[in-house]
Every structure is written in structure tokens, then in C-alpha cells.
T-cell receptor, first 112, second 116 residues
Framework: SQELEQSPQSLIVQEGKNLTINCTSS?????LYWYKQKYGEGLIFLMM?????EEKSHEKITAKLDEKKQQSSLHITASQPSHAGIYLC????????????FGQGTELSVKP | GAVVSQHPSWVICKSGTSVKIECRSL??????MFWYRQFPKQSLMLMAT?????????EQGVEKDKFLINHASLTLSTLTVTSAHPEDSSFYIC????????????FGQGTRLTVV
């Protein structure tokens, strides 16, 4: 089965700083999802990447998919306290109704 | 994006009782629904996948008689935790997606279950 490993597991940055979260897959990536979660709440969909080399941006968050490296990165520019939360990458299984399998998450704290 | 509503958002129950959690897709038809469990400071663990009108597929190690899943319509799935015990206390999240190979999965806001 496919596994996702996220790094770092936790991150504390000063407000205004840039940061990058990585998600590495044990198998070939055919598509990858990024979600954000506030602890104790549901998941907020950020982006879906489907093709190698694809890059998407939403406000100050940019995600890229590197198929060769079986990796995706999420980059936040000029971080703000509102960016704090848990970031999860997920991949869809090609069987069983396309279930989403998640990495262990990266907990981001932004110091004002 | 599409809206998935989960109810209740939190519930406290006594050991031995059963608790039902509802997951509704409000503005789309959810062909498939997923139920996850999340422990503090951990990621989401998939419990089961359900397709409308058919039996749920449970992940390895998840007791199907303990966690009853019903997906009777294209907008509603329910998870019933039967004979709840304190170790069942957790955060449960549902996810729903429509038909099509590249549709997004939208998540409910989660249910915090505490068994006392």
C-alpha cells in the first residue's frame, strides 16, 4: 500500500517568514491533495495536483508536484498567524472508491 | 466548494450505549463516503468506505460490528458506534465525493465523541 511521509512533523516560524512542507510518497504519485486542518475541526481543501511539474497557488500558498521524486511541496510566503494549523497531504487510491490516504501531518505554528 | 455537514459536532455518552453520527452532502450527490478517525496530534485514519446502496468496505483492524455504517441515500451516511467504551473516544470525520475519477473529496466538520 502507498504511504506518505511529511516533513517536518512540526514547524514554528516567525510571522512574515517563508516556509516549505514536503510530502514524499512510497509509490508513484498520480495526483496529490493538500488540506489544512485546525485541531478538532474538519479539513479545508487547499489544492489538488494532478500532473508532474504542476504548480498551483492560492493566495500565499503554492504547491508543486514532482513526479520523478514522488514528492510534493507546499510553500507559504510571508506567513501569518492565520496560516497556523495542521497541513495534510493525501493521495487517492485507484481502487475502493478512491479513498484518500493521508500523511501524518505537519503542525505549523506562526509566532506574531 | 461543496458542503458536507456532520452532526453532532460533539457528543458525550455513557459506556455501553450506542451513538449515531450523521454525514450529509448538502449540495451534491455523494456516490462515496469515507469515515475517518483521528486521535490527538495524529493524522486521519480511514475506517471504512461506503457506496450508496451497498455494504461498506472496512479497513483492516476496524470492527464492522462495532462501527456500523449505513449509506442509504446519495446525501446521507451514518456511523453508529455500538456499545461504546472509553477507548472509542475520538474525533470522527466523514468525507464525501461525487462520481467521476477526479472529483474532490469534501470533509465534514468532525464529531468529537467522549465516552464516560
Amino acid at each position: 500500500s502507498q504511504e506518505l511521509e511529511q516533513s517536518p512533523q512540526s514547524l514554528i516560524v516567525q510571522e512574515g517568514k517563508n516556509l516549505t512542507i514536503n510530502c514524499t510518497s512510497s509509490k508513484t504519485l498520480y495526483g496529490l491533495y493538500w488540506y489544512k486542518q485546525k485541531y478538532g475541526e474538519g479539513l479545508i481543501f487547499l489544492m489538488m495536483l494532478q500532473k508532474g511539474g504542476e504548480e498551483k497557488s492560492h493566495e500565499k500558498i503554492t504547491a508543486k508536484l514532482d513526479e520523478k521524486k514522488q514528492q510534493s511541496s507546499l510553500h507559504i510566503t510571508a506567513s501569518q498567524p492565520s496560516h497556523a494549523g495542521i497541513y495534510l497531504c493525501g493521495v487517492r487510491s485507484h481502487n475502493q472508491g478512491g479513498k484518500l490516504i493521508f500523511g501524518q501531518g505537519t503542525e505549523l505554528s506562526v509566532k506574531p | 466548494g461543496a458542503v458536507v455537514s456532520q452532526h453532532p459536532s460533539w457528543v458525550i455518552c455513557k459506556s455501553g450505549t450506542s451513538v449515531k453520527i450523521e454525514c450529509r452532502s448538502l449540495d451534491f450527490q455523494a456516490t462515496t463516503m469515507f469515515w475517518y478517525r483521528q486521535f490527538p496530534k495524529q493524522s486521519l485514519m480511514l475506517m471504512a468506505t461506503s457506496n450508496e446502496g451497498s455494504k461498506a468496505t472496512y479497513e483492516q483492524g476496524v470492527e464492522k460490528d462495532k462501527f456500523l455504517i449505513n449509506h442509504a441515500s446519495l446525501t446521507l451516511s451514518t456511523l453508529t458506534v455500538t456499545s461504546a467504551h472509553p477507548e472509542d473516544s475520538s474525533f470522527y470525520i466523514c468525507s464525501a465525493r461525487g462520481s467521476g475519477s477526479n472529483t474532490e473529496a469534501f470533509f465534514g466538520q468532525g464529531t468529537r465523541l467522549t465516552v464516560v
